[in-house]
Nanobody, 124 residues
């Protein structure tokens, strides 16, 4: 049974930082591309960042480029999202996903498995 479990969310002031983690089990982690998505209240889910199986290639939404960094540790079956210079508009539930090609994630397809999400709230 595949499980993706996010952690690290919380309340932070604007300009602050958080690091999200997503621990995977039940799949051969090193063969999957991983991604982070978010959904704010009343809004559709949006792509945040993606990373290929080795960690050598990444992709970011324009809204987070330069502020967020996705990385992975295949030895720990974990993907991370370092979020710096947070803004109130970053407030959302953040989800990690596993799939075949990280390049497909920004078009909202190719994700095979999802976590249940972790809430990030950025106060102004």
């Amino acid at each position: 049974q595949v499980q993706l479990v996010e952690s690290g969310g919380g309340l932070v002031q604007a300009g602050g930082s958080l690091r999200l983690s997503c621990a995977a089990s039940g799949l051969t982690f090193s063969t999957y591309a991983m991604g982070w998505f978010r959904q704010a209240p009343g809004k559709v889910r949006e792509f945040v960042a993606g990373i290929n199986w080795s960690g050598g290639s990444t992709d970011y939404a324009d809204s987070v480029k330069g502020r967020f960094t996705i990385s992975r540790d295949n030895a720990k079956n974990t993907v991370y999202l370092q979020m710096n210079s947070l803004k109130p508009e970053d407030t959302a539930v953040y989800y990690c996903a596993a799939g075949g090609s990280y390049r497909d994630f920004r078009r909202q397809y190719g994700m095979d498995y999802w976590g249940k999400g972790t809430l990030v709230t950025v106060s102004s």
